[in-house]
């Protein structure tokens, strides 16, 4: 496919253009060097200047909220309830470490302790109910599928006197959106949204089409999209990058690159440039796509925009290229990345172990693995997870075993359900059952109890496996019983 094709060219995009010296990938390959560990930045090395002297003044307010959050995170227990902690720091804590907490507490997936927070909050002389704090719960709700649990907010808030507006609104839809029945989620945000264009306080904003734009996008129904847009035209809501990017990020992940790039060009007729998150969602879409030669020249562009790439620019160039199973150019997009001043993080790295797992260079794999290991760095499961992904991909069950052993062994590197979960689907694909049978004894000591979900998932795969061996058998033995043919 041609790069024709793409909605736009880096002439189109008028931006200001700066030189550039060098291409990005050069026609040669460059010579492999040893992968250097560097800090982690989020953007190329700045020349320093001058520096600015500042006030050395008291901690900020949001900060000091954080700090007393994360104290009454610190002594919230089993054994000593939340509640307990919030009395004793009764004459500190306000709404805004409420909400704080709300969101550290929907992350740990103690979506229960948001509720007890919420009665106690409603003890408190300095209590004033509010519709901030309702859509805030209902936001938490949502996004742990507590639908049911949202509902009840919402009626409880009504009746405490409350009056709904477009961000309870928004939230609400949210919380459907959340649910595991997508068709009828979408068909109940619909019938919100409707309602909220006869009701004077909760007019849909911008947020409310950003938020069901991208989701029906998800779900791959691009007449509703394309009716929402209409919609949008007609209103007073004027649409911004968010809209843009929101649905070009959710076609591009599933595939629909055409799609994604109509969005594109409906974009451009409304004289909206493209950021950052633009660029890199495109790329990336590209990359899955293995469009390389779209994904090259939106780089290209990149470069010559008033933007500059992020990390996640290069990281999913290197992981792209990687599926691809092409090396060369995904080391020289490193090289790139080092040549323009940028400090790989803990994710470049683990783009590149899972790059060089793609094309069989186990070894080179394990040689980043270890110098992460060797550093001074912090620790991340995701890069235990990432070396452990390459050995299985690659047939090695036993080495995947002694890494984990040494890991579990030594606690160089965290050891969680994550972990347990890959492991057990590549032993049950590989019907590994000794080495299941050791995971589930380790799973038991290290308190891991797995959910049904874990199960069938590793089921799945020992289920695909069985169906593929029995179908090349199958083929095996047809294949014995064809006459023999002569070839002309």
Same mark, same amino acid.
């Given at each position: 496919?041609?790069?024709?094709?793409?909605?736009?060219?880096?002439?189109?995009?008028?931006?200001?253009?700066?030189?550039?010296?060098?291409?990005?990938?050069?026609?040669?390959?460059?010579?492999?060097?040893?992968?250097?560990?560097?800090?982690?930045?989020?953007?190329?090395?700045?020349?320093?200047?001058?520096?600015?002297?500042?006030?050395?003044?008291?901690?900020?307010?949001?900060?000091?909220?954080?700090?007393?959050?994360?104290?009454?995170?610190?002594?919230?227990?089993?054994?000593?309830?939340?509640?307990?902690?919030?009395?004793?720091?009764?004459?500190?804590?306000?709404?805004?470490?409420?909400?704080?907490?709300?969101?550290?507490?929907?992350?740990?997936?103690?979506?229960?302790?948001?509720?007890?927070?919420?009665?106690?909050?409603?003890?408190?002389?300095?209590?004033?109910?509010?519709?901030?704090?309702?859509?805030?719960?209902?936001?938490?709700?949502?996004?742990?599928?507590?639908?049911?649990?949202?509902?009840?907010?919402?009626?409880?808030?009504?009746?405490?006197?409350?009056?709904?507006?477009?961000?309870?609104?928004?939230?609400?839809?949210?919380?459907?959106?959340?649910?595991?029945?997508?068709?009828?989620?979408?068909?109940?945000?619909?019938?919100?949204?409707?309602?909220?264009?006869?009701?004077?306080?909760?007019?849909?904003?911008?947020?409310?089409?950003?938020?069901?734009?991208?989701?029906?996008?998800?779900?791959?129904?691009?007449?509703?999209?394309?009716?929402? %847009? &209409?919609? =949008?035209?007609? /209103?007073?809501?004027? *649409?911004?990058?968010? !809209? $843009? +990017?929101?649905?070009?990020?959710? @076609? #591009?992940?599933?595939?629909?690159?055409?799609?994604?790039?109509?969005?594109?060009?409906?974009?451009?007729?409304?004289?909206?440039?493209?950021?950052?998150?633009?660029?890199?969602?495109?790329?990336?879409?590209?990359?899955?796509?293995?469009?390389?030669?779209?994904?090259?020249?939106? %780089? &290209?562009? =990149?470069?010559? /925009?008033?933007?500059? *790439?992020?990390?996640? !620019? $290069? +990281?999913?160039?290197?992981?792209? @290229? #990687?599926?691809?199973?092409?090396?060369?150019?995904?080391?020289?997009?490193?090289?790139?990345?080092?040549?323009?001043?940028?400090?790989?993080?803990?994710?470049?790295?683990?783009?590149?172990?899972?790059?060089?797992?793609?094309?069989?260079?186990?070894?080179?794999?394990?040689?980043? %693995?270890?110098? =992460?290991?060797? /550093?001074?760095?912090?620790?991340?499961?995701? !890069?235990? +997870?990432?070396?452990?992904?390459? @050995?299985?991909?690659?047939?090695?069950?036993?080495?995947?075993?002694?890494?984990?052993?040494?890991?579990?062994?030594?606690?160089?590197?965290?050891?969680?359900?994550?972990?347990?979960?890959?492991?057990?689907?590549?032993?049950?694909?590989?019907?590994?059952?000794?080495?299941?049978?050791?995971?589930?004894?380790?799973?038991?000591?290290?308190?891991?109890?797995?959910?049904?979900?874990?199960?069938?998932?590793?089921?799945?795969?020992?289920?695909?496996?069985?169906?593929?061996?029995?179908?090349?058998?199958?083929?095996?033995?047809?294949?014995?019983?064809?006459?023999?043919?002569?070839?002309?």
């Amino acid at each position: 496919m041609t790069c024709t094709l793409l909605p736009f060219t880096s002439s189109s995009l008028h931006f200001p253009t700066r030189k550039i010296t060098q291409n990005w990938i050069p026609t040669h390959a460059c010579p492999s060097s040893r992968i250097r560990m560097c800090g982690v930045s989020t953007g190329p090395k700045k020349i320093s200047g001058p520096k600015r002297t500042r006030k050395k003044s008291s901690l900020s307010s949001s900060s000091e909220a954080e700090d007393l959050v994360r104290l009454l995170m610190r002594n919230f227990t089993d054994k000593h309830p939340l509640v307990n902690t919030l009395n004793k720091y009764v004459k500190f804590v306000r709404t805004e470490h409420c909400f704080l907490l709300f969101e550290e507490l929907g992350k740990s997936d103690e979506w229960l302790q948001c509720l007890e927070v919420f009665r106690w909050m409603q003890k408190q002389k300095w209590y004033i109910a509010d519709n901030g704090v309702y859509s805030k719960l209902i936001s938490v709700m949502g996004k742990k599928g507590q639908t049911r649990m949202a509902m009840w907010l919402f009626s409880e808030m009504r009746n405490s006197g409350c009056r709904p507006d477009t961000s309870v609104y928004n939230a609400l839809i949210t919380a459907h959106l959340h649910s595991r029945d997508k068709s009828k989620a979408l068909a109940k945000a619909l019938g919100y949204f409707e309602k909220m264009k006869g009701m004077e306080r909760c007019k849909p904003n911008i947020v409310t089409y950003n938020i069901l734009l991208r989701a029906f996008a998800q779900a791959r129904n691009v007449d509703q999209v394309n009716a929402l %847009f &209409k919609d =949008l035209d007609e /209103s007073i809501v004027t *649409p911004d990058i968010f !809209t $843009f +990017n929101g649905v070009m990020d959710a @076609y #591009g992940k599933i595939g629909m690159i055409r799609d994604m790039e109509l969005v594109l060009s409906r974009m451009k007729s409304k004289q909206i440039k493209p950021d950052i998150i633009t660029f890199n969602l495109l790329i990336d879409a590209y990359g899955r796509k293995q469009e390389f030669d779209k994904m090259e020249q939106v %780089f &290209k562009s =990149l470069l010559r /925009s008033k933007e500059k *790439p992020t990390l996640p !620019t $290069f +990281n999913s160039m290197i992981t792209n @290229y #990687g599926k691809a199973r092409l090396r060369e150019k995904a080391d020289l997009v490193f090289q790139k990345m080092i040549e323009m001043g940028y400090k790989p993080s803990f994710i470049t790295y683990e783009s590149l172990i899972m790059m060089y797992g793609y094309c069989d260079c186990v070894s080179r794999a394990r040689e980043i %693995f270890d110098q =992460l290991a060797e /550093s001074e760095k912090e620790k991340k499961v995701s !890069t235990l +997870n990432a070396m452990l992904d390459v @050995y299985c991909m690659n047939s090695l069950p036993m080495e995947a075993d002694m890494l984990f052993e040494s890991a579990r062994r030594t606690r160089m590197f965290p050891v969680d359900s994550s972990t347990y979960k890959l492991l057990y689907k590549a032993y049950a694909k590989a019907d590994m059952k000794e080495l299941i049978q050791k995971l589930l004894v380790y799973m038991d000591k290290d308190g891991i109890i797995p959910n049904k979900r874990f199960f069938l998932d590793a089921l799945g795969a020992l289920g695909s496996s069985s169906a593929s061996e029995k179908s090349t058998s199958r083929k095996d033995s047809d294949t014995k019983k064809l006459p023999l043919q002569s070839h002309s």
